[in-house]
């Protein structure tokens, strides 16, 4: 048996990793995975360089940005897609009820908390922006982890805050009202989290890759077919309350990437200047020598 510990936010979108685990998924391909909590890619990716991780969940946003830089990593495979309308969207952008903040268009000279800066969170608010004709400069974007982000909002710290499933759900549960779904509104039908690799641990174990993603696209689609057993999962690895799990919104897994995804990403971040210009990520996409 090949062990391989692996990144994961604590959120619902990691799901699938815990269901291939107690369906066995993971044993049938040989592999014994031990999941390893991570709170932001800046603390993943050094991880996954000195192999303390063989494989991160992390959302396209930040690896793209690391690759761009030279950094060797690959993505092995997708995870989730952002939905195209709103039903089955596990985030929001919310706000207290008597904070002045009804919709997008009232967070000019205010303050939005989202989990990192130059995050997918910040790529989806900045293009949410614009289209309402709001100026991304004059909205102050402040980083927050996602725990922190109620109380940040019932202490005024902060105008809205970007939340995401299992969160989500307890923020409403405390009053906190949605006024913006970004990632439907302004990434709809990209790929979300995507599984990550160091180069080198790649290249040196593609069989190893290839068993992983093999055994995540099983559990994606037992996911997809069964979201009691998504609800079933969440209290291993999150702190939800049984009505919040009751109430969550089940993301839609996705293994399936392409090279359009990445270079839709790519243009979006150089639009907004994430990344520099040129950057061509041809070689993001782990291959194996069959393909």
Do not use: C, H
């Amino acid at each position: 048996m090949t062990e391989l510990t692996v990144g994961i936010t604590p959120i619902a979108n990691a799901a699938n990793l815990y269901i291939a685990i107690d369906q066995g998924y993971f044993d049938d391909e040989g592999l014994v995975v031990t999941p390893s909590v991570i709170q932001t890619a800046a603390t993943a990716i050094p991880s996954l360089l000195n192999d303390e991780l063989q494989l991160a969940l992390m959302t396209s946003v930040p690896v793209i940005t690391a690759a761009s830089k030279g950094l060797p990593v690959v993505v092995a495979s997708g995870n989730d897609r952002y939905p195209v309308d709103g039903v089955g969207d596990t985030t929001a952008l919310i706000a207290a009820p008597d904070s002045g903040v009804s919709s997008v268009e009232d967070l000019a000279d205010k303050t939005v908390a989202v989990v990192g800066l130059k995050s997918a969170p910040e790529l989806a608010l900045r293009v949410v922006l614009e289209e309402a004709g709001v100026d991304p400069a004059d909205v102050e974007i402040v980083e927050i982890a996602y725990p922190d982000m109620v109380s940040a909002l019932q202490s005024d710290r902060v105008d809205a805050a970007f939340v995401v499933d299992p969160f989500l759900s307890e923020a409403e549960a405390a009053g906190l009202v949605p006024i913006s779904q970004p990632f439907t509104e302004g990434l709809g039908g990209m790929t979300a989290l995507t599984w990550v690799a160091g180069e080198q641990f790649a290249n040196a174990n593609p069989e190893t890759i290839t068993k992983f993603t093999t055994a995540i696209q099983r559990a994606a689609e037992y996911a997809n077919e069964n979201p009691e057993a998504v609800r079933a999962v969440l209290p291993t690895f999150t702190s939800l309350s049984p009505e919040a799990i009751e109430n969550s919104v089940i993301p839609l897994y996705d293994s399936s990437l392409s090279e359009a995804d990445v270079e839709n990403y790519v243009e979006l971040m150089e639009r907004e200047g994430f990344i520099e210009a040129g950057y061509d990520p041809s070689d993001l996409l782990w291959k194996t020598d069959g393909d």
